[in-house]
């Protein structure tokens, strides 16, 4: 069986090619959809939303030991770089904390994407795809709970990371502002949500290429945001591309409040920002999704597994 990759558990690996019979087989799916897909209430919409999220918790527990290998390689990552610090000359313990901040911000922000933008592709892998784009709810009621799932897995895996790397190094909070980093990890998230949501459109287009080009998106916002380094370390010609990622904003803010101490008002224009991100991505992640669906259905791609 192939191993989940290390970014969240989502395997891969080449598959048949899909044929006339697929599309015949996507297209009964779509009338299906179309035929039960009924207006339903708040309180039913709900339901399932939170049935995605239990269900995903669900996978944890079976890939539990993947989950314990990806968390301990995640903690000895983020040791890795936080004692480089402790080998350069200056403030240590200044330099530990930003780079401590950077790998944890990015594991965060990395996992809501990573885990939103598979979210095809893990169906795909479990053979339930069918039955997830058949199932008489919202497209937004499925995706938003794989959002708010990995929102929280997000949260409980930085947690704990974070408090092994207090074991290691004494990291000093003194004059940090706390309330400010939390309001920008809030906001952030949605902007992460989004670009996750348009991400997860590439394995209904491309089920052989899909997750390949959600790693090099991932990859290249790893790049351009600062996580381990300032912006201004990048090459004057890359520079420019960092104002496109949302996690640029994030770690600048996140920064400034926990090192410098920086006030909420001083945050807000990062935050503004980010919050104009969220609010026009997730609607456009959710538009491109959708179409992207129809396309698959129409062409035979969705239940394609390679």
Excluded at 15 to 43: E, H, L, W, Y
Excluded at 44 to 53: K, R, V
Excluded at 148 to 155: K, L, N, P, Q, S
Aim: net charge positive; aromatic share 10%; with cysteine.
């Amino acid at each position: 069986m192939p191993a989940p990759t290390a970014g969240g558990r989502k395997p891969g690996g080449p598959a048949a090619p899909g044929d006339a019979t697929a599309a015949s087989t996507d297209r009964a799916i779509a009338g299906a959809v179309a035929d039960a897909r009924k207006p339903m209430s708040f309180r039913a919409e709900l339901a399932a939303t939170l049935g995605f999220i239990e269900r995903n918790f669900y996978l944890v527990k079976r890939y539990f030991g993947w989950e314990l290998v990806f968390l301990f390689y995640n903690i000895v990552n983020t040791l890795t770089i936080a004692l480089i610090a402790t080998a350069m000359p200056g403030d240590k313990g200044r330099m530990v904390l930003f780079l401590v901040v950077g790998a944890l911000l990015w594991g965060y922000l990395s996992v809501i994407f990573h885990d939103v933008s598979e979210s095809v592709a893990w169906e795909r892998w479990e053979g339930t795809i069918e039955y997830t784009f058949m199932a008489p709810i919202h497209r937004a009621t499925h995706l938003f709970g794989m959002c708010i799932y990995a929102v929280i897995y997000g949260v409980i895996r930085s947690s704990v990371v974070l408090g092994a790397v207090t074991l290691f190094f004494s990291l000093d909070l003194a004059g940090a502002n706390l309330l400010g980093a939390l309001t920008v990890l809030m906001v952030a998230s949605f902007a992460f949500i989004g670009l996750g949501l348009m991400a997860a459109v590439f394995p209904l287009l491309s089920t052989e290429r899909g997750a390949q080009a959600t790693h090099v998106m991932e990859a290249f916002l790893l790049l351009v945001s600062g996580a381990y380094y300032a912006v201004s370390a990048l090459p004057a010609w890359l520079q420019p591309l960092s104002v496109i990622s949302p996690a640029t904003y994030a770690l600048r803010a996140i920064r400034a409040a926990l090192l410098d101490g920086a006030t909420l008002g001083q945050l807000l224009p990062d935050i503004g920002i980010l919050a104009i991100t969220g609010v026009v991505l997730i609607p456009l992640g959710l538009a491109v999704f959708q179409a992207g669906e129809r396309y698959a259905m129409r062409t035979g791609k969705l239940k394609r597994s390679g």
